[in-house]
């Protein structure tokens, strides 16, 4: 993957956890054609229609990271997502999970749904499979728009703010495999890897970068697959996908701004440029393709 000579190209080391993401998976017929698409910023049409194409599933995420532990009041976090349901109606399954978090979503059995997650130390948004772009922009940056002022969020108290885009690929066999085929190995490997008997067992590529001298300004692509040892072991896969996370962080330093719609649009165009330019070429095309030719 090359990147523009103005980024700055740094490798770190200690970027916190991003959250668990999983999609409502099964909701559209496995496509692969190598259509082209673009993470597109709001007027360009057709970039939902190409990423179908592409991947079975897909999601766009934003969060917050806190730096202490919130105090949700019963009254904050039922005002809040009382507001959300009014500007989103079909937003109606709320419950509070063993973990203590909150949750606020619609149907997952539509494919197509909402989510909120007040955590402790977070707060996650996410629309998965959204009926187009447009649409996925209008639910975080209203959603960004509400929190401040429902959740009494203080700007001293942001750690980071993310946006993330997630592709998801349902295959049934060794994930680690083909993630290794679609994406290549470094030539040192070689020999290792041409050793009777030898199978990969995991291979999820990361690589996580600064894109400003200060390095507040982050990305990082990352793979996920779920293949076990056993399962290579048996030939027996299970019916997870193997996801493709793009993430782009700005943290908040001393920035005493409480405009998070504002980030949120920012970070939004700032990795569809990425994504349309490099991602997509370079990891989601290649690695629909060579799961095409193992169907």
Not at 5 to 11: G, T
Not at 67 to 96: G, I
Not at 243 to 251: D, G, H, K, L
Not at 252 to 259: F, H, I, T, Y
Request: aromatic share 10%; charged share 25%; glycine share 6%.
């Amino acid at each position: 993957m090359t990147f523009p000579p103005s980024f700055s190209i740094k490798l770190l080391l200690n970027w916190p956890e991003t959250p668990t993401i999983q999609l409502a998976h099964s909701y559209k017929e496995r496509r692969r054609k190598a259509a082209s698409g673009s993470w597109a910023v709001p007027g360009r049409a057709g970039a939902m229609t190409a990423y179908g194409s592409l991947c079975d599933d897909f999601g766009i995420y934003s969060h917050i990271n806190f730096k202490l532990e919130q105090a949700w009041t019963r009254e904050s976090v039922l005002h809040f997502c009382d507001s959300l349901r009014r500007a989103f109606p079909s937003m109606t399954d709320f419950d509070r999970k063993e973990g203590g978090e909150y949750t606020l979503e619609e149907d997952r059995e539509l494919g197509t749904h909402k989510t909120v997650t007040l955590e402790a130390k977070r707060l996650n948004a996410g629309f998965v499979n959204p009926e187009d772009l447009d649409s996925a922009d209008q639910f975080h940056e209203t959603l960004w728009d509400l929190a401040p002022a429902y959740l009494n969020i203080s700007p001293l108290d942001v750690e980071a703010f993310d946006a993330t885009a997630c592709f998801d690929f349902n295959y049934s066999g060794n994930h680690d495999e083909v993630v290794a085929e679609a994406l290549g190995l470094a030539n040192q490997f070689d020999t290792l890897l041409g050793m009777p008997g030898a199978r990969i067992l995991n291979y999820e590529p990361t690589i996580l970068m600064a894109l400003d001298e200060q390095c507040k300004l982050q990305c990082r692509l990352n793979i996920e697959t779920r293949t076990s040892p056993f399962m290579v072991r048996t030939g027996q896969f299970g019916d997870a996908p193997i996801s493709v996370y793009f993430t782009i962080r700005q943290y908040w330093a001393r920035n005493p701004s409480s405009d998070f719609k504002a980030a949120y649009q920012s970070l939004r165009k700032q990795a569809a440029d990425i994504i349309d330019a490099h991602v997509i070429p370079s990891v989601i095309r290649p690695l629909a393709q060579t799961i095409a030719t193992r169907q």
